[in-house]
């Protein structure tokens, strides 16, 4: 397995770890818990690099990756929901944006097409993944506020602009 795969592993096995420090809730569980999440982002940066880089961008790394990416951050908004940090609105829209983009990739594969992630897609996933972390940080309730105002607008926006520019995904037979 080359390189970057085997980076997108290293954040699905972060995830679990992730969760667990935030469910034992030891002094600065959140701190820990921010680490390993900003330790998987960081995976999923150099995964992207070392891919391109060495020429080792694949059908499985374009499908996987982002995957791996929704998990994380998944499990972080989920978090927050319960913790009542976030509405759970905000992390319904990226959890249904992520069902409905996931969709159009399947349909796309069913047709020998692989859709990888688009510019509003990785603003979106670095967006989020930075806004997370700052929630982490328990700061003022406006940067949340603003921090869950982000995340939906880039989500919202990168959603709608995979559906716009693989419209012709929908209309194959």
Sequence with gaps: MNTPNKLTLIRVALIPVFLIVLYIGFPGSNYAAMAIFIAAGLTDIADGYLARKNGQVTDFGKFTDPLADKVLVVAAMLWFVEQGTMPAWAALIVIVREFMVTALR????????????????????????VCLTVMFLELQVWMVYACIGAISVTTLVSGIEYFIRNKDVLKMK
């Design 106 to 129: 399947l349909a796309a594969i069913g047709n020998g097409r692989v859709i990888a992630a688009g510019v509003s897609g990785k603003l979106k996933t670095v967006v989020t993944i």
